[in-house]
């Protein structure tokens, strides 16, 4: 990493959440977070870096019970304790130095771009969002996940989840899975893309310390969950990136939440799930920081007609 950052810390709940801050220029801020069982280094570095380079101040932070955040068991994603979350870094990055309350961005991407759609829709410190490649529709996700899983290894995941939700009732620790394997194994996704996370997020092994596993009833939660269905709640500017070729999160769901969003804006991108960290990176960079600029450095008054989905 070339930017220059801090290691800071916030309470949420009944833990504490550890962020990496980037210190910026221009008075906006955006506070960005991982998608499933992901921690803020592999989910965050390369678009934070680029975001500092702007000016903006960052707030990339981990989730309790991953990474470096407190909160146990470990390895466990539980959406409500992520909002949480969420709700708590913006509300710690608006007291940063440097940073204008008025000008703070919601960043996420698979997992935590659904949670983008829930927190904006309730937020009254946000000025803007972005959910890149998010998980929109957990139901539609699913059943296209199974297209790309083997009947017996997704029986198998269902068994472990089970006993998993069911050990935890008595304490016992979490059953783990992978976050990606290939068809026939017992992983969160073996989805065409999935095989992309390790290249897109950990390229060279540069983050030993990540661990790619995340307990199986976690997994089985997020089938449930639709996010998507707030966006026509969400009054602040919305940019919704979706890949065509996303097999995980799918993209469809996504730009209808787009164009559900009174002010939601929609860019489409080639490539899968994880293209903006691989060949479009430069291409998702550009749109989203093209989006910060217009909407919290210069944003226009809220009764002013924002751009068509798709138009940016």
């Not at 466990?76 to 304790?81: A, F, H, S």
Request: charged share 20%; aromatic share 6%; net charge positive.
């Amino acid at each position: 990493m070339s930017a220059v950052r801090e290691k800071v810390r916030f309470v949420s709940g009944d833990a504490e959440c550890v962020a990496w801050h980037y210190p910026g220029t221009n008075g906006g801020c955006v506070v960005m977070a991982g998608g499933f069982g992901v921690t803020k280094e592999p989910a965050t570095d390369l678009f934070a870096a680029r975001f500092a380079e702007a000016g903006f101040t960052v707030l990339a932070f981990d989730y309790r019970h991953l990474g470096e955040s407190g909160g146990s068991p470990r390895q466990i994603v539980r959406v409500r304790e992520q909002l949480a979350d969420s709700r708590a870094a913006i509300r710690f990055a608006a007291t940063l130095p440097g940073v204008d309350p008025e000008r703070l961005a919601l960043w996420g991407f698979s997992s935590s771009g659904g949670h983008v759609f829930r927190v904006a829709a309730g937020a009254t410190r946000l000025a803007a969002a972005i959910a890149q490649t998010p998980n929109a529709d957990g139901l539609a996700v699913t059943r296209n996940v199974a297209r790309y899983q083997k009947p017996l290894a997704m029986l198998r995941l269902t068994g472990r989840g089970i006993l998993d939700a069911l050990g935890g009732l008595v304490g016992r620790p979490p059953l783990l899975v992978p976050l990606a394997g290939a068809p026939g194994t017992v992983a969160a996704l073996t989805t065409p893309d999935a095989a992309d996370g390790d290249r897109a997020l950990n390229p060279g092994g540069r983050y030993p310390e990540w661990q790619q596993a995340a307990a199986a009833r976690s997994a089985l939660a997020l089938g449930f969950y639709r996010p998507g269905g707030h966006a026509p709640r969400i009054s602040v500017p919305l940019l919704v990136l979706v890949c065509d070729q996303d097999r995980s999160a799918l993209p469809e769901p996504a730009a209808r939440a787009a164009r559900r969003a009174p002010r939601g804006e929609l860019v489409r991108l080639r490539g899968g799930h994880y293209a903006p960290f691989l060949d479009e990176h430069d291409a998702a960079a550009e749109a989203e920081l093209d989006f910060l600029r217009r909407h919290l450095l210069h944003p226009a008054p809220a009764t002013t007609s924002a751009p068509e989905p798709g138009q940016h």
